[in-house]
């Protein structure tokens, strides 16, 4: 059964700011759990649980992995939800406590060091991640409820991306410093725990009231069942390709995220602040490029504005490749770059979703925003769950030793050389091998003016409606 009208159409125009910032507050809890698992989980398996580099990359890609069958689940729930809050407000308030408290759960750390340790991680993490589930799918398909504008969703997606890019250097830069602050180990641990599940709640809470006065969109027949919704996804060629070039682009950045701990203690000699210097210098850059960016997309158009950001996050990784042999003062820059283009790969990808998503629902009459964003996260949590998984391997590989002392054993040459070489030159490769299916995203777009232009770069200039949409 369809869900009963949930509010207001979507605006043709403009939203007001307060939408804007209340919409982008939710990316504190993305952030947040997007980045301090990659960051601290691997480490805190392998050099304060004392589990083998190889099982702690299962541990933590299986849970992660498990996603991927739930994220297409809770879209085509949030779809058929009706309730006086909007089909995806709900879910931002209640999935999101139940996101914090889990948490702050997965570091608790109840049986200590023992055999049982690394299995209770697993099983919390797995939980957590079905709560985020819950919480990202509705929060990702909320734009293309709330405008119609093309424009528009770009502006909307820059301020998410850059409260994203504040949460990501909040937690990743911060969450290091209360573990150190917190006497390191368990106990230090368990303060960051809490201090992220802080972070996740203020986040949920603020996107479900600072969205309360946004349109939420016509509810639309839907397929009826989830196979049918999941073909019709799959029968979207422009959505394909955008989904496959950041699923891939994903893994190689959660694999960067991944390896910072180990970067900054084995390359940089650094333990204590080489990581949130690092995330600093990732992270803050993307605050003042935005702006940028923006004025780049509306230039050049979004392809052709993700593909030059994803090639300059792909020369910084691969410059860093240099890093044993310069100062550490030399290598900050070059992780800045990283950041910047990181910025652009992440704002145009999410800002193309949603105009995949309506040009979908013009083309079918349909409302199936839940599903392609459900099937967009579930890939996108594979990434982000292969990348810790690829990194742990290559510790595996290379003779990483593991430790339950709650600091880094000392590790051989070949252990270092597998620390870097999975650092820069396997995400350099992540990132720049999917740009190729790109070829395939020839989606029409219309422009404020109303003119269809297509958004890809090619030998097209124009195209008539619904062409490059399918595949037969």
């Known amino acids: 059964m369809d869900a009963p009208p949930a509010g207001p159409a979507p605006v043709p125009g403009g939203l007001p700011r307060r939408v804007h910032l209340g919409y982008a507050l939710g990316s504190l809890a993305t952030g947040a759990f997007g980045t301090v698992p990659g960051l601290l989980l691997l480490p805190y398996l392998t050099d304060t649980l004392g589990v083998a580099a190889g099982l702690a990359a299962l541990l933590v890609l299986v849970p992660k992995g498990w996603d991927v069958l739930v994220n297409p689940v809770a879209g085509r729930v949030s779809d ?40 209770y991680v697993a099983v919390a993490f797995l939980a957590t991640a079905t709560a985020f589930a819950f919480f990202q799918v509705p929060y ?12 528009e969703r770009t502006r909307l997606m820059t301020w998410r991306i850059a409260v994203l890019a504040l949460a990501i250097l909040v937690s990743g830069a911060v969450a290091p410093i209360v573990v150190t602050a917190g006497g390191e180990g368990l106990a230090g641990h368990r303060w960051m725990g809490l201090f992220v599940a802080a972070l ?28 049918a919704q999941l073909a019709i996804a ?10 496959g070039c950041f699923v891939v682009q994903s893994a190689g950045v959660a694999t960067i995220l991944a390896g910072v701990n180990y970067f900054a203690d084995q390359v940089l000699r650094d333990p204590r602040t080489g990581a949130t210097l690092l995330f600093a210098c990732f992270v803050g850059p993307a605050l003042l490029v935005m702006p940028i960016w923006t004025r780049i997309g509306a230039r050049v158009g979004k392809l052709r504005a993700l593909v030059a950001a994803s090639l300059l996050l792909v020369v910084g990784v691969a410059a860093l490749t240099a890093a044993p042999l310069v100062p550490a003062v030399a290598v900050y820059p070059v992780v800045a770059l990283v950041g910047a283009g990181y910025a652009g790969q992440q704002v145009f990808a999410l800002a193309m979703l949603p105009d995949c998503i309506s040009w979908d629902e013009t083309r079918t009459g349909r409302r199936q925003a839940g599903v392609f964003t459900g099937v967009w996260t579930a890939g996108e949590t594979l990434g982000l769950a292969l990348g810790p998984g690829i990194y742990g391997l290559v510790l595996q590989l290379s003779g990483y030793v593991s430790s339950d002392t709650g600091t880094a054993a000392a590790q051989s040459g070949t252990a270092r050389l597998g620390i870097l070489l999975g650092f820069t030159v396997i995400p350099a490769l992540l990132v720049a091998a999917p740009l190729i299916l790109l070829r395939h995203y020839d989606l029409p777009a219309t422009r404020d003016a109303g003119a269809d232009q297509p958004v890809v770069a090619g030998t097209r200039t124009h195209e008539p409606p619904g062409r490059g949409v399918t595949t037969s």
């Open 80 to 119: 058929r939800t009706g309730s006086r809050w909007g089909p995806r407000r709900p879910y931002l308030l209640f999935a999101g406590l139940a996101l914090a408290l889990l948490f702050a759960g997965i570091f608790a750390a109840p049986f200590g060091t023992a055999r049982a340790a690394g299995a």
């Open 200 to 227: 996740i709640a203020v986040g949920a809470v603020g996107a479900f009231a600072g969205t309360r006065a946004a349109p939420t969109g016509r509810v639309r027949g839907g397929e009826p069942t989830l196979r």
């Open 140 to 151: 990702v398909a909320m734009p293309a409820e709330l405008t119609e504008d093309y424009a």
């Open 234 to 243: 799959g029968r979207n060629r422009a959505f394909r390709a955008l989904l």
